[in-house]
């Protein structure tokens, strides 16, 4: 099975940045689709960003985090990333990171493995 860890949660104020990274082991990612989800207080978890498997040449974001966060993978290094600019309250939640067996995680739909998740939060 595949193990996912995440690193890189922490409290930033509002408009700052955070890189969150999430290494794999277990198996290789290549035929991985990896995605980011993150679940507020009170809230359900929801879909943040997701990217194809192989190459990642396809990339989906939410819309409350388009043109601030982007997803990217390293293959030779097993780890997928999320970088989040301008960030706002609004973003504070646990986030995870998954990966499952498709070409592409897109929105909430089932997902094969998850991390443990982070904590962001972010003050205003």
């Known amino acids: 099975q595949v193990q996912l860890v995440e690193s890189g949660g922490g409290l930033v104020q509002a408009g700052g940045s955070l890189r969150l990274s999430c290494a794999a082991s277990?198996?290789?990612?290549?035929?991985?689709?990896m995605g980011w989800f993150r679940q507020a207080p009170g809230k359900t978890r929801e879909f943040v960003a997701g990217i194809s498997w192989n190459t990642g040449s396809s990339t989906v974001y939410a819309t409350s985090v388009k043109g601030r966060f982007t997803i990217s993978r390293d293959n030779a290094k097993n780890t997928v990333s999320l970088q989040m600019n301008t960030l706002k309250p609004e973003d504070t939640a646990v986030y995870y990171c998954a990966a499952d067996r498709r070409p592409l995680i897109s929105g909430s739909t089932p997902v094969g493995f998850w991390g443990q998740g982070t904590q962001v939060t972010v003050s205003s």
């Open positions: 277990g198996a290789t990612l290549t035929w991985y689709a």
